[in-house]
């Protein structure tokens, strides 16, 4: 198949190219670009800052850098990561 993007730079801007699934309290290959929730709820999470807090987030993507997702106090389901 032609990639006809093949000859541009990705940017954070731009869509992610890999995706991942995501299960609570296990290690990501890599930062995420954005997180998707197939189910809403809680997510506790760490950013790609440092930061560790726990948010409600609606089913959808979000263009969150996400470092990891502890298990504890998660409800949201069917979580993927892009980077």
Do not use: Q
Not at 65 to 81: D, E, F, I, K, N
């Amino acid at each position: 198949m032609t990639d006809n993007y093949a000859g541009y730079t990705s940017g954070l801007d731009s869509p992610g190219e890999h995706l991942f699934a995501i299960t609570p309290g296990t290690a990501f290959p890599t930062t995420t670009r954005a997180l998707f929730l197939g189910v809403a709820g809680a997510v506790n999470l760490t950013t790609a800052g440092g930061e560790t807090l726990t948010v409600t987030l609606t089913a959808g993507w979000h263009p969150l850098r996400v470092a990891s997702v502890a298990s504890s106090a998660t409800t949201a389901t069917g979580l993927l990561g892009t980077y």
